[in-house]
T-cell receptor, first 113, second 112 residues
Framework: GAGVSQSPSNKVTEKGKDVELRCDPISGHTALYWYRQSLGQGLEFLIYFQGNSAPDKSGLPSDRFSAERTGGSVSTLTIQRTQQEDSAVYLC???????????FGSGTQLSVL | KQEVTQIPAALSVPEGENLVLNCSFTDSAIYNLQWFRQDPGKGLTSLLLIQSSQREQTSGRLNASLDKSSGRSTLYIAASQPGDSATYLCAAPTSGTYKYIFGTGTRLKVLA
């Protein structure tokens, strides 16, 4: 595709439910990032994938959060047993290589009721 | 641990003014630094990337500088326009990595 695609664009869920957020990076981009942006706040790093290397998971806030990247392309961020404080916009970005510009998707707005 | 600070948090200027946005970072052993703009309710758009070996990078009316030794970068916007109104974010990686840490941004409003 022409850009980074994220789905769904909006997700409303009940507290305690699991959610999956999807990111389709730009074709050929080897680096993929997940960030979280809470209302009025800056971007919080969550996880980073580069090629076949082990991901940098240092930003995941708890063990309820996990992410995988299949075949070096599509990535899924999973949040188990969602809490109200998980409500935020989840942004995905990719780059051709880690030294190059990041391209962001439009994000998934997650609301936990 | 990398920390990125942006000053000012908000800025309002009349159309046509030249302006400077500031970004400082604590960990200077960085590979590069990036500037982005974010429009309300939207994702981020990359503006400029400066490699660690560069001191400046230009794109149209935008010019970004990087001074690693002092841990600072500036984004200069020439002849500002109402369409420049957005939040501007800088991002620097933690040293030795490509884990980008973002500042909280400067919210710019250019008045017609």
């Amino acid at each position: 595709g022409a850009g980074v695609s994220q789905s769904p664009s909006n997700k409303v869920t009940e507290k305690g439910k699991d959610v999956e957020l999807r990111c389709d990076p730009i074709s050929g981009h080897t680096a993929l990032y997940w960030y979280r942006q809470s209302l009025g706040q800056g971007l919080e790093f969550l996880i980073y994938f580069q090629g076949n290397s082990a991901p940098d998971k240092s930003g995941l806030p708890s063990d309820r959060f996990s992410a995988e990247r299949t075949g070096g392309s599509v990535s899924t961020l999973t949040i188990q047993r969602t809490q109200q404080e998980d409500s935020a916009v989840y942004l995905c970005a990719s780059s051709r290589d880690s030294i190059e510009k990041l391209f962001f998707g439009s994000g998934t707005q997650l609301s936990v009721l | 641990k990398q920390e990125v600070t942006q000053i000012p948090a908000a800025l309002s200027v009349p159309e046509g003014e030249n302006l400077v946005l500031n970004c400082s970072f604590t960990d200077s052993a960085i590979y590069n630094l990036q500037w982005f703009r974010q429009d309300p309710g939207k994702g981020l758009t990359s503006l400029l990337l400066i490699q660690s070996s560069q001191r400046e990078q230009t794109s149209g009316r935008l010019n970004a500088s990087l001074d690693k030794s002092s841990g600072r970068s500036t984004l200069y916007i020439a002849a500002s326009q109402p369409g420049d109104s957005a939040t501007y974010l800088c991002a620097a990686p933690t040293s030795g990595t490509y884990k980008y840490i973002f500042g909280t941004g400067t919210r710019l409003k250019v008045l017609a």
